[in-house]
């Protein structure tokens, strides 16, 4: 019992100084809270120097107005932390495509983009780089400025921001390469630079960026080959490599731990070789343009929830494998040769899945054999189109209920002699 009492005792005699502790430590939070807060506002004001703005629209941000969590594009925490800074333009420079919109965009035949943004008129347009003070913003979680007219490389800082989860530049005119040290973003989960001026190769430091769900690199200058690294990002939704200057072929390590794939898109590359098999383990996959030099797989064939295949732009020699037929989901099938040529159609939720045409020509494949008969009895085909290709045979007799059937294109081949069935 004496013990307890002198317990009791001194906590009597040091209760203030418990007080005075407790009360410093809090003030000293305070204190970090409010500088974190100044130093974001510095860091913003900074980036507003670094550009011009005709629009005005950061014509909020200025030192005048305190709380610049109310400023335009900004989203802060409960302690005036910044935690995301969206601003979308109405167009950009574009990379090496010429002037660049969202509305072009909107346009583009990349199917099922979980990244496609719904385009609305505007002429928000900030041009200039980016400044390295954007690192300040230490509690950034989100750094979105796609369809500006940014240029210059991406600071060495951004690629050291821990907390950052999506970086989207797309639709810039942002050059030079990919670091070859991330730093700090070990909790990215979009990268989007789609449609810049980005150059060199994938380095392999990408690979530390583990919680990656989408990256889109398409539309750039990138060469080299495809890594096989990206296999190991077992998050990874969409991928997104068109139209750059990659070659090679593509790895089978792709489709390691592909489970969560929806939309590899590699297409207008210079690849060669086939599409891996592989690419059978990716059960979740949705979309598929491969095309530039692709064999298929009968593998593909397992893919249930496969709804667009484009394989078109191709030499092929092989076979299209009746083992198609399984994907019960498929409802696209692209062979044709040019990306312009592409019929437009809307699925079922109304939006547009491919690209208007004014131009028919060069629509040329190398296929071998017949159109297997498996592929007319899928219960979603929407469209085949494959004009003028070397296809021998006869056309499949029997096309299934084809409920759902809007465009059928087999003109100008040998399997167009033996006559049309009837549906």
């Given at each position: 019992?004496?013990?307890?009492?002198s317990?009791?005792?001194?906590?009597?005699?040091?209760?203030?100084?418990?007080?005075f502790?407790l009360?410093?430590?809090?003030?000293?939070?305070?204190?970090?809270?409010?500088?974190?807060?100044?130093?974001?506002?510095?860091?913003?004001l900074?980036?507003?120097?670094?550009?011009?703005?005709?629009?005005?629209?950061?014509?909020?941000?200025?030192?005048?107005n305190?709380?610049q969590?109310?400023?335009?594009?900004?989203?802060?925490?409960?302690?005036?932390r910044?935690?995301?800074?969206?601003?979308?333009?109405?167009?950009?420079?574009?990379?090496?495509?010429?002037?660049?919109?969202?509305a072009k965009?909107?346009?583009?035949?990349l199917?099922?983009s979980?990244?496609?943004?719904t385009?609305v008129?505007?002429?928000?347009?900030?041009?200039?780089?980016?400044?390295?003070?954007?690192?300040?913003?230490?509690?950034?979680?989100?750094?979105?400025?796609?369809f500006?007219?940014?240029?210059?490389?991406?600071?060495?800082?951004?690629w050291?921001?821990e907390k950052?989860?999506?970086?989207?530049?797309?639709?810039?005119?942002?050059?030079?390469?990919?670091p070859?040290?991330?730093?700090?973003?070990?909790?990215?989960r979009?990268?989007?630079?789609?449609?810049?001026?980005?150059?060199?190769?994938?380095?392999?430091?990408?690979?530390?960026c583990m919680s990656?769900?989408?990256?889109?690199l398409?539309?750039?200058?990138?060469?080299?080959?495809?890594?096989?690294?990206?296999?190991?990002?077992?998050?990874?939704?969409?991928?997104?490599?068109?139209?750059?200057?990659?070659n090679?072929?593509?790895?089978?390590?792709?489709?390691?731990?592909?489970?969560?794939?929806?939309?590899?898109?590699?297409?207008?590359?210079?690849?060669?070789?086939?599409?891996?098999?592989?690419?059978?383990?990716?059960?979740?996959?949705?979309?598929?343009?491969?095309y530039?030099?692709?064999?298929?797989?009968?593998?593909?064939?397992?893919?249930?929830?496969?709804?667009?295949?484009?394989?078109?732009?191709?030499?092929?020699?092989?076979?299209i494998?009746?083992?198609?037929?399984?994907?019960?989901?498929?409802s696209?099938?692209?062979?044709?040769?040019?990306?312009?040529?592409?019929p437009?159609?809307?699925?079922?939720?109304?939006?547009?899945?491919?690209?208007?045409?004014?131009?028919?020509?060069?629509?040329?494949?190398y296929?071998?054999?017949?159109?297997?008969?498996?592929?007319?009895?899928?219960?979603?085909?929407?469209?085949?189109?494959?004009?003028r290709?070397t296809?021998?045979?006869?056309?499949?007799?029997?096309?299934?209920?084809?409920?759902?059937?809007?465009?059928?294109?087999?003109?100008?081949?040998?399997?167009?002699?033996?006559g049309?069935?009837?549906?």
């Open positions: 019992m004496g013990r307890c009492s317990v009791i005792k001194w906590y009597h005699l040091h209760k203030p100084l418990q007080v502790l009360v410093w430590v809090f003030s000293l939070a305070h204190a970090d809270v409010v500088l974190g807060a100044d130093s974001d506002k510095s860091a913003l900074q980036l507003k120097s670094s550009v011009s703005d005709p629009s005005g629209v950061l014509a909020s941000w200025n030192s005048s305190s709380d969590c109310s400023w335009f594009g900004v989203t802060c925490d409960s302690n005036s910044v935690l995301a800074l969206n601003i979308t333009g109405g167009g950009g420079g574009g990379g090496n495509s010429g002037s660049f919109s969202c965009y909107a346009q583009f035949p199917f099922g979980e990244i496609r943004r385009c008129s505007s002429n928000v347009k900030l041009v200039g780089v980016l400044p390295p003070e954007i690192a300040k913003l230490t509690e950034l979680k989100v750094l979105s400025l796609p500006n007219d940014l240029s210059g490389e991406i600071p060495i800082e951004i050291g921001m950052l989860e999506v970086l989207d530049l797309e639709g810039n005119s942002v050059t030079g390469s990919l070859s040290h991330f730093g700090g973003l070990r909790n990215l979009v990268l989007n630079l789609g449609f810049n001026e980005i150059s060199r190769e994938i380095p392999h430091s990408l690979s530390d990656l769900q989408v990256l889109n398409a539309g750039n200058q990138l060469n080299g080959s495809i890594p096989g690294f990206l296999g190991g990002f077992r998050d990874l939704r969409g991928l997104y490599l068109s139209f750059n200057r990659l090679g072929s593509v790895s089978n390590e792709i489709g390691d731990n592909c489970g969560k794939l929806e939309h590899p898109q590699l297409s207008g590359n210079f690849l060669v070789g086939g599409i891996p098999s592989s690419f059978g383990n990716c059960c979740g996959l949705r979309s598929l343009l491969l530039s030099n692709m064999v298929i797989p009968v593998e593909l064939g397992q893919l249930k929830k496969l709804e667009v295949l484009d394989i078109s732009r191709n030499s092929l020699s092989g076979s494998p009746p083992e198609l037929g399984n994907c019960s989901k498929l696209v099938i692209v062979l044709l040769n040019l990306l312009d040529s592409l437009k159609v809307t699925n079922s939720e109304g939006n547009s899945s491919l690209g208007q045409s004014s131009s028919t020509n060069d629509e040329f494949n296929f071998e054999g017949a159109i297997p008969e498996e592929i007319m009895k899928l219960p979603e085909l929407r469209v085949i189109w494959a004009p290709a296809l021998e045979g006869k056309l499949p007799s029997i096309w299934g209920v084809c409920d759902n059937l809007q465009m059928v294109n087999f003109a100008d081949h040998r399997a167009m002699d033996q049309i069935p009837s549906m």
